[in-house]
């Protein structure tokens, strides 16, 4: 089994309507990542959660919100979406050892289609 | 603020060797990570340097030099299954906040052909 898992893997919506990313882990890690993966422009950080009662705006918050509603799970949610968050999502976890070289592990991605 | 730049594409033939550089600027800087992704599949990680120099891990090894601001994949016999999107990231802006909150490259292609 997956380590960090993303539900749905694909979905398909249109303008307006709410829309929820979910991502589960069970390393055990602290720290949860939202990232948007956008064609020619990498990995762009959403929103990041140190703890269940730490959540703090990335680079591209706007638009989105988040939930952390255990320390295992982590939610993304577009509240009205547009054409323009079409885009890959991941998840990542990091233990949080309170040192740099944070080591990432992500999730498979969800691949969301706003029309 | 922060920005790391790496070429869009390298194509090379089964059994070569590719450098993919990475160069950054960024108010405060820690180390540089580097992560493969397949396919749009889940990005992993390969390498990280802190300091200046050469890590090596099997066939691939990275390098730093801070004075230069500056790093480097380097993949070694090359094989089909290395072709692949490889991102560098760093935690950048100096401070301990940032730690954790890699920010990306926007990647280089590699296409590895026989």
Not at chain 1, 58 to 77: C, H, M, N, P, T
Request: hydrophobic share 30%.
């Amino acid at each position: 089994d997956a380590d960090v898992t993303q539900t749905p893997r694909n979905r398909i919506t249109k303008t307006g309507k709410r829309i929820m990313l979910e991502c589960s882990q069970t390393k055990g890690h602290d720290r949860m990542y939202w990232y948007r993966q956008d064609p020619g422009l990498g990995l762009r950080l959403i929103y990041y959660s140190f703890d269940v009662k730490d959540i703090n705006k990335g680079e591209i918050s706007d638009g989105y919100s988040v939930s952390r509603q255990a320390q295992a799970k982590f939610s993304l949610s577009l509240e009205s979406a547009i054409p323009n968050q079409t885009a890959l999502y991941f998840c990542a976890t990091s233990d949080g050892l309170g040192t740099a070289n944070e080591k990432l592990f992500f999730g498979s991605g969800t691949q969301l289609s706003v029309l | 603020g922060q920005s790391l730049e790496q070429p869009s594409e390298v194509t090379a033939v089964e059994g070569a060797i590719v450098q993919i550089n990475c160069t950054y600027q960024t108010s405060g800087f820690y180390g540089l990570s580097w992560y493969q992704q397949h396919d749009g599949g889940a990005p992993t990680f390969l390498s990280y340097n802190a300091l200046d120099g050469l890590e090596e891990t099997g066939r691939f090894s990275s390098f730093l030099s801070r004075s230069d601001s500056y790093g480097y994949l380097l993949l070694q016999e090359l094989q089909m299954k290395d072709s692949a999107s490889y991102f560098c990231a760093d935690e950048g802006e100096g401070t301990t906040d940032s730690w954790g909150k890699l920010q990306f490259g926007a990647g280089t292609q590699v296409v590895v052909t026989p």
